[in-house]
């Protein structure tokens, strides 16, 4: 074999910080040792994996191509170097999940992984869809919880569980108490949404079709409670999961709207990179996430 994990293991971090210097010190490594590692790298193959941009190095074609590969194969070699160890803490997961998903699913989810493998560690991270979408592409998370639809090369895109969305209001909203809305009621009203780039407002934009050039959309908000919050102050209706408002609709500080003639249905997706080694414990988050649907 002509090259070493070590060689993977600095052009991977190279790839991820774009910066030789930052590499080396994230592999606690000097940077002349990095530098001697990629070049030997590339000279072994008669090839050039990066083009170097201002101060930074670009993975080029060539890199781009051999990444997700370099990806998987040192993930199983540090597997394989754990389950040799034996090593207690094998069940590591970084997660990340959309703001719904985040909030009202995953941390319970995170509880039973734990709790059945004591020395097991998850590290979630809650954003919007591109959010994770971008950190999945960038190898920082091991998979993605996410609301949106997503058709990229090297993303795997699972089922997961269904969803809806639900319009909601004030209890002394004009249209509370309406058994449903017409598209014209749905043009006069002043909405509370998600922001651009989330699954909630990719979803809420393709249910209103015909009607969104002409939609008043009166805020955006990146956060769920906040835009149940201005709800139930009077400044509009919004549009959320329904996982997201069971409990409001229980207290009778929110209540439902409908409007037949638009679909509001959609899916919850695993999103994981298409190249990387699937270990165990994510094989067992799976198993633990399908069972929570």
């Known amino acids: 074999m002509k090259f070493t994990l070590r060689q993977l293991e600095v052009f ?34 008669d090839l050039q994996l990066f083009d170097r941009v201002g101060k930074r190095l670009q993975l080029n074609e060539v890199g781009q191509g051999i990444r997700p590969r370099a990806q998987a194969l040192l993930e199983q070699a540090q597997q394989l170097e754990l ?21 009202y699913l995953a941390v319970e989810i995170m509880a039973r992984y734990m709790s059945e493998q004591p020395g097991a560690r998850v590290t979630i991270e809650v954003a919007n869809t591109a959010n994770i979408v971008a950190r999945l592409l960038n190898y920082e998370l091991d998979i993605g919880l996410i609301e949106g639809e997503v058709h990229h090369p090297d993303l795997e895109m699972l089922p997961w569980r269904d969803d809806e969305l639900i319009m909601f209001c004030a209890p002394d909203h004009p249209l509370a108490g309406r058994p449903w809305l017409t598209d014209e009621d749905l043009l006069g009203i002043e909405w509370i949404v998600r922001e651009q780039g989330s699954g909630t407002r990719q979803h809420f934009d393709w249910a209103m079709h015909g009607l969104l050039p002409n939609l008043q959309i ?33 207290r009778g500080s929110l209540v439902p709207l409908a409007a037949p003639q638009r679909d509001f249905k959609r899916r919850f997706y695993f999103a994981l990179p298409r190249q990387k080694f699937q270990g ?4 067992r988050w799976l198993e633990l996430c399908r069972q929570s649907a």
């Open 83 to 103: 389950a040799l160890q034996q090593h207690q803490d094998a069940g590591h997961l970084n997660v990340g999940a959309t703001l719904s998903i985040g909030n």
């Open 218 to 250: 009166k805020l955006e908000l990146q956060h769920t409670e906040a835009i149940k919050r201005a709800v139930e102050a009077g400044l509009g209706v919004g549009c959320l999961s329904a996982i997201t408002l069971v409990e409001a609709f229980r």
């Open 12 to 45: 991977l971090a190279t790839a991820h910080q774009q910066n030789l210097t930052r590499a080396a010190d994230s592999l606690a490594m000097s940077q002349s040792a990095a530098s001697s590692a990629l070049r030997e790298l590339e000279t072994q193959f």
């Open 280 to 283: 165990p414990g994510l094989a």
